[in-house]
């Protein structure tokens, strides 16, 4: 089993920059891919970004590509996503959640444990 936690969310302008960061335990980091949900009240999850274990492939969706940048640091169990040039859009509890092999990094029916979420709001 996997435990996640996420941080790093809050109020921001529009405009301005994040950077989210949800740390794992429970079992061996590095076997996992990882990804960033994000969702509304009233509309289903979607997928924002994902990233293998070793960071040789990552996923954008693209409303936040070129905006947006996952990374992750196995030495610390951890993986980020940078947030920057905000929209109100981009609005949302943001979800990591970790998907074993075999991987499927685009595919949300993949990923398997989940953290509890983090707000963040863009104001206009």
């Known amino acids: 089993q996997v435990q996640l936690v996420e941080s790093g969310g809050g109020l921001v302008q529009a405009g301005g920059s994040l950077r989210l960061s949800c740390v794992a335990s429970?079992?061996?980091?590095?076997?996992?891919?990882m990804g960033w949900f994000r969702q509304v009240p009233g509309k289903e999850r979607e997928i924002v970004a994902g990233?293998?274990?070793?960071?040789?492939?990552?996923y954008y969706a693209d409303s936040v590509k070129g905006r947006f940048t996952i990374s992750r640091d196995n030495a610390k169990n951890t993986v980020y996503l940078q947030m920057n040039s905000l929209k109100p859009e981009d609005t949302a509890v943001y979800y990591c959640?970790?998907?074993?092999?075999?991987?499927?990094?685009?595919?949300?029916?993949?990923?398997?444990?989940w953290g509890q979420g983090t707000q963040v709001t863009v104001s206009s």
């Open positions: 959640a970790a998907d074993p092999p075999p991987y499927h990094i685009a595919d949300m029916r993949a990923y398997t444990y």
């Open positions: 429970g079992r061996t980091f590095n076997n996992y891919a």
């Open positions: 990233i293998s274990w070793s960071a040789a492939t990552t």
